[in-house]
């Protein structure tokens, strides 16, 4: 999860640890290649939303007999990628996008990194920029999750669409079903901006062929897997546009904190709203489909623009 580190350690833990030569060359060589207030959320037409029940988460002695030396199992080897990713980044230019599949979904790895959070001159609910660090890389899906993956289709049919019409509820369970969870709200921007801090997933200014809005999205979702060219630092697909995505934290004011309560489960807390980023097909304006734009919905609701994408940390959690 996020967290603000002490000034102190804000630069310097950022350094890579010092890797033999003849190591480092084997490592890489083996890798791949305004003025809303705080709580108000974007003024944009929305289509109506329907009600859903909320989908409860469900949330030998000792013995001195010498025992002959084995070779770890493949599943045991050290990742070179994982190594790098531990090692930190200090700008997007320094990671190259590797991904890996999990119980059939490829995953994309996310560095540890710092980068800064926010924005301001825009909404109020996206200030104060504050820094976010994140001392362990992670995991989180290339694709939203589509209706092959989740077993039924929403409001679109077809099998390789992103699965909208889903309550926080049924996103937290899908994603606890395979054994991983939602991202954090840190994590996810992270994930799309990198420490550069883009503006959008794929740079600095927006380009209408590399997101599905209002524009161009003719009233639907497209492909989740056809968004070639707006893909963010890490590899990640439609991080802005095609559908809104649900991820864990409630919708609190900023500074983002994950200790203070905004990280609880949805049996703990099921009526405060929580949060959506991205935009989707029915966002009309640019700005709305920044990385840094969030806005909340009731964990009940279900809509035909917000999915959902899952993320899991490096050790598994």
């Given at each position: ?5 002490p ?10 640890v010092s890797i ?9 060589a083996s890798c ?13 037409a929305?289509?109506p939303?329907?009600?859903?029940t909320p989908?409860?988460?469900r949330p030998s002695?000792?013995?001195h007999?010498p025992?002959?030396m ?5 599943e045991?080897?050290?990742n070179?990628?994982?190594v ?12 190259v ?5 999990f119980d059939g979904?490829?995953?994309a ?7 800064e ?5 825009v909404?109020?609910?996206e ?5 976010q660090?994140?001392d362990?890389?992670f995991?989180?899906?290339v ?10 289709s929403?409001?679109f049919?077809?099998?390789n669409l992103?699965?909208?019409?889903v309550s926080?509820f049924d996103a ?5 079903g395979r054994?991983m969870?939602?991202p954090t709200?840190a994590?996810w921007?992270y994930?799309s ?5 883009l503006?959008?997933p794929?740079?600095?200014?927006f380009?209408?062929?590399g997101?599905?809005?209002?524009g161009?999205?003719?009233g639907?979702?497209r492909?989740i897997?056809t ?6 630092w890490?590899?990640a ?6 559908v ?8 609190r004011v900023?500074?983002y904190?994950?200790m ?6 949805g ?10 980023r991205g935009?989707?097909?029915w966002?009309v304006y640019?700005?709305d489909?920044?990385?840094?734009t ?5 964990p009940?609701?279900v809509?035909?623009h ?10 598994g959690?």
């Amino acid at each position: 999860m996020g967290k603000s580190l002490p000034g102190k350690l804000k630069k310097s833990w950022m350094w890579p640890v010092s890797i033999p030569i003849g190591v480092l060359v084997c490592v890489l060589a083996s890798c791949e290649q305004s003025g809303m207030s705080a709580l108000s959320l974007p003024v944009t037409a929305q289509p109506p939303r329907s009600m859903v029940t909320p989908t409860s988460i469900r949330p030998s002695m000792p013995t001195h007999t010498p025992t002959p030396m084995t070779i770890p199992s493949p599943e045991h080897t050290i990742n070179p990628a994982l190594v790098l990713a531990s090692a930190g980044v200090r700008g997007n230019s320094d990671w190259v996008p590797y991904s890996q599949t999990f119980d059939g979904v490829e995953m994309a790895l996310v560095p540890v990194g710092c980068f800064e959070m926010g924005s301001m001159g825009v909404y109020s609910n996206e200030a104060p920029v504050h820094e976010q660090c994140f001392d362990a890389p992670f995991w989180i899906d290339v694709y939203e999750v589509s209706n092959e993956q989740y077993g039924s289709s929403g409001y679109f049919q077809g099998d390789n669409l992103p699965r909208e019409l889903v309550s926080w509820f049924d996103a937290a369970a899908f994603c606890k079903g395979r054994g991983m969870r939602l991202p954090t709200e840190a994590e996810w921007e992270y994930a799309s901006r990198g420490p550069d801090g883009l503006l959008y997933p794929w740079g600095g200014r927006f380009l209408e062929n590399g997101v599905v809005y209002r524009g161009n999205s003719d009233g639907h979702t497209r492909g989740i897997d056809t968004g070639a060219g707006n893909q963010s630092w890490v590899g990640a697909f439609d991080m802005s546009g095609n559908v809104g995505e649900w991820v864990s934290s409630l919708y609190r004011v900023y500074p983002y904190d994950a200790m203070d309560g905004r990280e609880v489960g949805g049996d703990i807390d099921g009526t405060n709203a929580r949060v959506i980023r991205g935009g989707s097909w029915w966002t009309v304006y640019p700005l709305d489909l920044r990385a840094a734009t969030r806005y909340g919905s009731i964990p009940t609701n279900v809509s035909n623009h917000v999915g959902f994408r899952c993320a899991r940390s490096h050790d598994g959690g």
